[in-house]
């Protein structure tokens, strides 16, 4: 267990890779390495920072204690449509082990947010780039798209459009569910490079 902890250059991966945008029907929770065996104060936040104090601060929702380095959050507290980060405090602790002393560093540390959307984004259109109705190189095909209109702001989180990404599948008929083994996840314009086989 001691060894698996140890990621190193992971972690930064690890921690940009977290969720940011769930819906209804998902669980809320923080893991945080080096976090068990050791107190930890958990805060949901309304601003990014760990607070001196819950009680105090207007921005602390609630304030959760674990020894075992992760927590799930109480949605009760938690408003659709509304960007919410997990900090978390844990003091300078010191770990006995059977042959060593572990040293644990203080933990002071926030998610990059995250919010729970109550909706699916607005319908839109689709535009398959084509000469005259036929596409004239199957291997290249040029998909762009308008509308897709949402109540959130993925923009708060780094992206480059309000939605986070859109998936896009190809197949031989429209709204058939039998389309071809292929989705392709991408911003704005999408290139798609396919064979495709009919």
């Not at 990621?7 to 669980?27: F, K, T």
Request: glycine content about 6%; overall charge negative; hydrophobic content about 35%.
């Amino acid at each position: 267990m001691l060894h698996s902890s140890d990621i190193g250059q992971h972690y930064v991966r690890l921690h940009d890779s977290e969720m940011n945008i769930g819906n209804a029907d998902s669980s809320v929770t923080g893991a945080l390495m080096y976090g068990s065996e050791r107190s930890v104060s958990w805060y949901l936040m309304k601003l990014q920072y760990v607070p001196q104090t819950c009680d105090s601060d207007i921005n602390c929702v609630i304030k959760y204690e674990s020894d075992y380095g992760y927590i799930e959050l109480d949605k009760h507290y938690i408003s659709f449509n509304e960007l919410y980060f997990i900090c978390a405090y844990s003091n300078y602790t010191v770990v006995e082990r059977e042959y060593f002393t572990e040293i644990l560093e203080e933990i002071s540390s926030c998610s990059n947010g995250f919010i729970l959307d109550s909706s699916p984004p607005t319908k839109g259109e689709v535009h398959v780039h084509n000469h005259r109705g036929f596409i004239t190189n199957p291997q290249h095909v040029i998909v762009t798209w308008t509308g897709f209109h949402d109540n959130i702001d993925a923009t708060v989180f780094g992206f480059p459009e309000k939605l986070h990404y859109f998936s896009i599948r190809t197949g031989k008929k429209c709204h058939v569910t039998s389309n071809l083994n292929f989705v392709h996840t991408c911003f704005y314009l999408c290139e798609i490079m396919i064979n495709f086989k009919m």
